[in-house]
């Protein structure tokens, strides 16, 4: 069965197959407020199938230092070298959280009110069959996200894209800005490398987009 591939720097993290799933999602996602550049996130899971479903989580915010590159490889055959857990697993020792929830616009003002721990991303994203993409976020940006996606109705691809967004932008629910998206076939990776802005300077990425709706 299809899978992926994830490295940090040419260290293999693990890899996992789609066998017996719907939907993975890769994600790689850093914001302007926290102490960490940023995370990468792996689940996936059976859905749509009523009491057949589960949702498992087999990488949880794995911190992203500055000058990391993270690859993603879409394979033909993988097997599955990292554990699944659901949330009750990985979240166990951690206390029910009990209570109302601020309002979503509360929510945003608080995040604003937030003193920031980078002003920006630079950012290089390696895609298949083309140069290397680099550009750094505009003011104002809140996050910058990397997602690379697969679901069973298409089996033979994956997606990805890289993209950010400001708390306006989130609070009016738009989407943000879209620097690439392309369509991975066996065989093929994307790559992303992430700074602040303090610590590379580059030029705003023009946006990409390499695939199909075949």
Request: net charge negative; charged share 20%; aromatic share 6%.
């Amino acid at each position: 069965m299809p899978g992926f591939k994830l490295s940090v720097n040419g260290q293999l993290i693990g890899t996992l197959s789609t066998a017996g799933l719907t939907a993975v999602a890769l994600h790689v996602h850093g914001d302007t407020i926290g102490p960490e550049l940023a995370e990468i996130d792996v689940t996936g899971g059976r859905y749509g199938a009523e009491s057949d479903d589960f949702h498992l989580i087999y990488v949880s915010s794995r911190e992203i230092s500055p000058g990391d590159l993270i690859e993603i490889g879409f394979l033909a055959e993988a097997e599955t070298t990292i554990k699944g857990q659901t949330i009750e697993e990985l979240f166990s020792d951690e206390p029910e959280i009990c209570g109302p929830h601020l309002p979503e616009s509360e929510e945003i003002a608080v995040l604003e009110r937030t003193p920031k721990a980078r002003s920006s991303f630079n950012f290089e994203m390696l895609i298949p069959e083309s140069p290397p993409l680099s550009g750094c976020t505009a003011p104002g940006t809140f996050t910058l996200g990397l997602h690379v996606v697969w679901d069973s109705s298409r089996p033979e691809s994956a997606r990805a894209s890289l993209f950010s967004n400001s708390l306006e932008r989130i609070g009016r629910r738009e989407s943000g800005e879209n620097y690439a998206k392309c369509k991975l076939a066996f065989g093929q990776s994307v790559g992303l490398r992430i700074n602040d802005q303090a610590t590379m300077h580059t030029d705003r990425a023009p946006n990409i987009t390499m695939e199909s709706d075949a």
